[in-house]
Nanobody, 117 residues
Framework: VQLQASGGGLVQTGGSLRLSCVAS????????MDWYRQAPGKQRELVAA?????????NYADSVKGRFTISRDIAKNTVYLQMNSLRPEDTAVYYC??????????WGQGTLVTVSS
């Protein structure tokens, strides 16, 4: 599946952004879609994930629980990451990914999120 991510930008601490990831086919059939991020000099980190199928169960990294929300619009083949109460430590390139294994599956291009203090 091809993934197109967008929505990054520059925001002040406490601000919000919404990232979008558009898939080239139905996301109902994709077992898991997730958002990762990678900050300069740091390892890639799983931020949030949502399962496929009708229900779509979400999970979050502890660092973003209560601030970020992953959701999806099945009709638009799109997964969103709503990011609120942003902090400077959220600054990273954010990537959407399809599949359970980050070493396989499909990746979108990154979108840069910069949170100024």
């Amino acid at each position: 599946v091809q993934l197109q991510a967008s929505g990054g930008g520059l925001v002040q601490t406490g601000g919000s952004l919404r990232l979008s990831c558009v898939a080239s086919r139905s996301i109902l059939d994709i077992s898991l879609m997730d958002w990762y991020r990678q900050a300069p000099g740091k390892q890639r980190e799983l931020v949030a994930a949502i399962t496929g199928g009708v229900v779509g169960i979400a999970n979050y990294a502890d660092s973003v629980k209560g601030r970020f929300t992953i959701s999806r619009d099945i009709a638009k083949n799109t997964v969103y990451l709503q990011m609120n109460s942003l902090r400077p430590e959220d600054t990273a390139v954010y990537y959407c990914h399809a599949g359970y294994n980050p070493n396989t599956g499909d990746w979108g291009q990154g979108t840069l999120v910069t949170v100024s203090s």
